[in-house]
Structures are given as C-alpha cells and as structure tokens.
C-alpha cells in the first residue's frame, strides 16, 4: 500500500491511462525492377545486347507486331556502336532522343519503324 500512495503523491492524485499502441505499418512489397537494368545502375553493353536480343520480342502498344531474332540483334549492336562500354540507367533518355531526332526528314514508314524501336526500348529500359 506504502508504494500505491507514493505513487499517488508524485502524480498528484491523477490517475494515468495506458499510452495507445500506434499500428504497426504494414511492410510494402517491394517493386522489383522489370527493366533490362535488373536494379543496377549500369550494365555493361555486351550484357545490354544480350538481354535485348533475349527479351520478348513483342511491340508494347502495337497490336501484336514484334521485332524478328536479327532486328533485335542488330538494334544492340547499333546500341553499343553509339554508347560505349556501358548502358546507364540514368541516362537511358538519350536513346529516347536521339530516335527522336532520327526521325526527322524520314518517310512515313521510316518513322512508324523508329517509333516501334521507341515503344520497344521504353517497354525493355523503364522499371515497371
């Protein structure tokens, strides 16, 4: 009893409530990086042509229409012709605009081609 009173004197007859527990959050499943980059921020470009000439070859956004074994070959050596040694996450957009840039002046068939190397290298470079 000596302890209860003790107790009471230091606060001031108040009673005290349990503080509430907060809710734990729930851990988010983590995205995994779908891109050819596989969560690095760089891969060699030897690797780089390999997985694009592996990927599926299926156009995101075309209805259907897909890039053949040796297109798909010959776009990752054009790649590592233009890029150097190695493909970096972060400066993935240069592809975007130098396809862009490509376009000018082209025929209407030359440019529905670029555009489909465009949809593809965005489906295979961006996380998803």
């Keep these: 009893m000596a302890i209860e009173k003790i107790k009471q004197e230091l ?3 108040e009673k005290r409530e349990k503080p ?3 809710p734990t959050p ?3 499943p ?3 990086d ?3 980059f596989g969560g690095k921020a760089a891969i060699p470009m030897g690797e780089a042509a390999w997985k694009i000439r592996k990927a ?3 156009i995101p956004g075309s209805g259907g229409k897909m890039f053949s074994e040796n297109e798909r ?3 990752g050596q054009e790649l590592a012709k233009k890029y150097g040694g190695y493909l970096k996450k972060a400066e993935s957009y240069r592809i975007f605009n130098d396809l ?3 376009k000018r002046g082209k025929t209407l068939a030359e440019k529905l081609k670029i555009d489909q190397k465009i949809k593809y290298f965005k489906g295979l470079l961006e996380e998803k």
């Design 11 to 13: 606060s001031h007859g």
């Design 20 to 22: 509430e527990k907060m």
């Design 26 to 28: 729930k851990p988010q």
């Design 30 to 32: 983590e995205k995994k």
């Design 34 to 36: 779908t891109s050819i």
């Design 56 to 58: 599926s070859p299926y």
């Design 73 to 75: 070959i010959e776009m």
């Design 100 to 102: 862009e840039k490509e």
